[in-house]
Nanobody, 123 residues
Framework: VQLQASGGGSVQAGGSLRLSCAAS????????MAWFRQGPGREREFVAA????????DYEDVVKGRFTISRDNAKNTVYLQMNSLKPEDTAVYYC?????WGRGLRREPYNNWGQGTLVTVSS
């Protein structure tokens, strides 16, 4: 599965962005998917994950209530809706595939990465 992330950009604090990750390959619907991010001078960190069917999600605490992960298996796409953005959300955001039939848990392995999309939040 090849991944192509898009939707990044510059926004002021309090604003919103929607990231998309388009996947190639007919097996997309059978994989858990996740978003990670890497901010300036920081290690890559987990943001959110969704199970293969879309009915289970997991979020890092700092984004709970502000970010929503979803997927459209008919379109081979996973989304990250980001609201109430903060300057500390500034990062390159990456999508990744998890295990086959994965439940969308942060502890599952995510080993297939797309290129990142940059999100910049100004105060």
């Amino acid at each position: 599965v090849q991944l192509q992330a898009s939707g990044g950009g510059s926004v002021q604090a309090g604003g919103s962005l929607r990231l998309s990750c388009a996947a190639s390959g007919r097996a997309f619907s059978t994989y858990a998917m996740a978003w990670f991010r890497q901010g300036p001078g920081r290690e890559r960190e987990f943001v959110a994950a969704v199970g293969w069917s879309g009915d289970r999600t997991d979020y890092e605490d700092v984004v709970k209530g502000r970010f929503t992960i979803s997927r459209d298996n008919a379109k081979n796409t996973v989304y990250l809706q980001m609201n109430s953005l903060k300057p500390e959300d500034t990062a390159v955001y990456y999508c990744a595939t998890g295990p086959l039939w994965g439940r969308g848990l942060r502890r599952e392995p995510y080993n297939n990465w797309g290129q990142g999309t940059l999100v910049t939040v100004s105060s």
